[in-house]
C-alpha cells in the first residue's frame, strides 16, 4: 500500500501541478495585498478540494449514470492525460484566461481551482486512482497534494524568486513526460494491451 500511495501522490503533485500555477498566481494576484492573495490562495484549493473530493466519492457512480465503463473512461482519461502531457512538454497554456476572468479574487481563485488544479486531468485520474487502488489510498494522496499545494500558494513569491521562472518551466516539462507516460499506461490499461 505504502509504494501505491507514494506512486498517487507523486502522480497527482503532477496532475495538480502547483508549480505551474504558480507563475499565473503571481501574474493574476500582482495588484493585491498580501490579505487578498491569501483570500485567493485559500478560496483556490477549496475549490479544488470540493471538485476533488465530490468526483472522489462520486466518480464511479458518474460513469454508471453515463452508461460508460471504467476501461471506456480509462481510454478517455488517458488520451486527456497525454494531451495535457504534451502541452506541458511543449510549453503551451494548458488553458487561455480572459483578462477580465482575472480581475477579482474569486476569478482568480476558481481558474486556478479549476481547470488549473482541478481539470479533466485529475478528475480522470481520481476516478481511475479509485477504481485501482480505493478509496483511502487515492483519497490520502489527493489530499497530501492539495495540502502541498496550499503551502506552495501561499509561499507562491517566495518560491518563485528562489526557483526562478526557469527552473519551473524545467519542472513542468519534466512532469510533462511524467503525465504523458501515465496517460499511455491508462489507454493500454482500458484497452487490456
Known sequence: MMGNLISLMILFFVIYDP???IPFFL???KNMDEEERFKTATLAILVASIIS???LFSGIRL???FNTNINDFKVAGGIILGLLGV???LGIPITEVEEEDSTSISGVAVIIGTPLLSGPAAITTI???VSDYGLLTTGIAVTVVLVL???LLYSASKLLRFLGETTIQV???MMGLITLAWGVMFVRGGLGI
Open 127 to 129: 476516478i481511475i486512482s
Open 19 to 21: 508549480l505551474l500555477s
Open 171 to 173: 519542472s513542468t516539462t
Open 63 to 65: 460513469l454508471h449514470l
Open 87 to 89: 502541452k506541458m512538454v
Open 27 to 29: 501574474n493574476a494576484t
Open 149 to 151: 499545494t496550499g503551502i
Open 53 to 55: 473530493i465530490a468526483v
